[in-house]
């Protein structure tokens, strides 16, 4: 059976095969929390597909060409090789200290995966698939691809927030509309080769126009750092056409292709939805390759509302916080905040609140007190059942209807769901806990054997947990297994399909506590300190003071130089039907191009000024950041120009 279709009614896990693959990160900074839990994420799943008995491949690695990477090796001192070398192994290294279970790692500049990407192009070329031609347009080096005019959102490219620069070049070209039809027509058929759905409608929104031909050379004078084309050593392998085919190569320099490659699913982040949903397919297509099964597309991790990356700055270090959450508890905070297709934010209160109320409070307690009772009313040793009353079949049966549960969520990207839906039973296990009160039957002789089997029944509803989150958290639920007393602490799906897996008279006993809790104040404080001094107050007003102030929206019609001055500008502004201007010292943060049309808060009755011979009739409200960088006040949604601020 295929690996991607459970049977739910079978009983028996899957004896298919599963391949999936991460992007291969860009080497022109250090791993991050969003590329960590795309990394986390593949890696879970494959620890799934394994646990179900499935042959698994997880393929992860380093994209290492282009004009990005050349540019950081050179702001870095170093030649790209050499720093390409450091960078893939400060990857490598941060995945094998976060324990990722990668089978292959692969760099795109080693001979293996060129060989094959020559190949592939070779193929193309000879299908008449590529032609030689000039291209103007607007590059994103950030995202290392042309962007349209209408995709650019505030003069920035979508995917890097970065401007994007006008180019002409003479390069290969590779006929990419030639396959529109066919891309169309095969994601229509198969509504779930791209998914969630949000991304299959994005593609599909791009294929209802004409996509062009792609450009799939640089010309090695002015872009050394890449993969020669067969054919015309003077151009390099543009960088995506080189990357793409990693997923491919990584098998064939194997022999492994024919044992993996129908399997294939490619997971990612919603900023590289087109090359994978359009090139990628297209190029497969015309080289004569199968495509690949599933696209998946998970959103951003957000701070402060903005997406995490490298050229925004404002990145979380993976591996500080494994250290400070530990590592299985960080990677539960991921898969279970996020739902997948879906922007989520992150913040360290987020993880704390997430653990303590998962793991330490219902996981943790469930172990803790079940432990705890074994040792006071049993010494520890693992008690066989009596006879099953209804409260225990009821749970026996919710943990028991798990596996297929979990599974047919995960399949279905449904990861929080799933873990949802375990960490519900171990609250209902807490709570028949509390209803059959063990510590009243202990006191008891008369019900010894009801004790036997309530003790029992917490021991197997902990162990099925232990293996049903095994993928998640691998290391804390062999140590709680190891706590229960199981000679072998591995497991497999089949584990958690049965409710007498501890061998009776085993002794079991708590170790050092698996979930500690989180001191959510201390943390708190810890990061109120790391977020800079107190601010510094002025003497507080009386809103009389604060009523004589006159504030207004103004619409800012146009914007000029200041003739005598080089950190002034000149804005015309609208309020209700008076004109006025304003000098405004928000030259070096603004162009005027970026001020026009903007709805701007100004102090409208402060006397006028004249500012190096203008004269200046209010005030520009600006928040200015500890660095000096200035953003202008504006409302957050259109008001009428001249309305009054309160
Ligand atoms: O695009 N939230 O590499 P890249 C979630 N080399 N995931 C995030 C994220 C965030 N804030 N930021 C990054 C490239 N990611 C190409 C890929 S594949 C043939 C070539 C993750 O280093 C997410 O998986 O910019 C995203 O798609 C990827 O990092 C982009 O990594």
Known sequence: ??????????GIPDRGRYYATTPIFYVNAAPHIGHAYTTILVDVVTRFHRLRGNDTFFLTGTDEHGEKVAKAAARAGLTPQAYTDQVAAEFRTTWDAMGIAYDEFIRTTEPRHQRIVREVLQKVYDNGDIFYGEYSGLYCVGAERFVTEKEIVDGKCPDSDEAPEYRTEANYFFRMEK??????????????????????????????????????????????????????????????????????????????????????????????????????????????????KHLNVHGYWLQDERKMSKSLGNVVGPLELQAKYGRDAFRYFLLRDMSFGLDASFNEPAIAERINADLANDLGNLLNRTLGMLTKYRRGVVPAFGALERPDEVLRDAFLALPDALSAHFDELHFERGLEEVMQAVRAANKYIAEQQPWALAKDPAQAGRLDTVLRTCLEALRCASVLLECVMPEKCRA???????????????????????????????????????????????????????????????????????????????????????????????????????????????????????????????????????????????????????????????????????
């Open 179 to 292: 396959y529109r039809p066919w891309l169309r027509d095969h994601i229509e058929r198969n509504p779930d080769f791209i998914r969630p759905e949000r991304y299959r409608n994005e593609v599909l929104a791009m294929l209802r126009e004409p996509i062009g031909d792609l450009s799939i050379s640089r010309p090695r004078s002015r872009v050394p750092w890449g993969i020669p084309l067969p054919w015309d050593e003077e151009h390099v392998t543009y960088v995506w056409f080189d990357a793409l085919i990693n997923y491919w190569s990584a098998l064939v320099s194997r022999g492994e292709e024919q044992r993996y490659w129908p399997v294939v699913n490619h997971f990612i982040a919603k900023d590289i939805v087109k090359p994978h949903g359009v090139f990628w397919p297209t190029m497969l297509k015309a080289a004569g390759i199968p495509v690949y």
């Open 1 to 10: 059976m295929n690996a991607d279709q459970h049977d739910p009614t079978s």
């Open 480 to 646: 709680l297994r190891v706590q229960l007393g199981l000679p072998d602490a591995s497991a497999t799906l089949s584990d958690a399909r049965h409710w007498d897996g501890l061998p009776a008279l085993t002794t079991a006993g708590a170790g050092d506590p698996l979930f500690p809790r989180i001191d959510l104040a201390a943390l708190q404080d810890e990061l109120a300190a790391d977020s800079g001094p107190p601010l510094e107050h002025k003497p507080e007003v009386d809103i009389d003071a604060f009523a004589a102030l006159e504030l207004r929206v103004a619409l800012v019609t146009h914007v000029e130089p200041h003739p005598k001055a080089d950190k002034l500008l000149v804005l015309t502004v609208q309020l209700g039907s008076e004109t006025r201007t304003i000098v405004s010292g928000i030259r070096a943060h603004y162009t005027p191009e970026q001020l026009v049309g903007k709805q701007v808060v100004i102090i409208a009755n402060l006397k006028p000024v004249r500012l190096r011979g203008v004269e200046s009739q209010g005030m520009v409200l600006s928040a200015e950041d500890p660095d000096g960088s200035l953003a202008v006040v504006t409302v957050d949604r259109d008001a009428v120009p001249g309305a009054e601020v309160r």
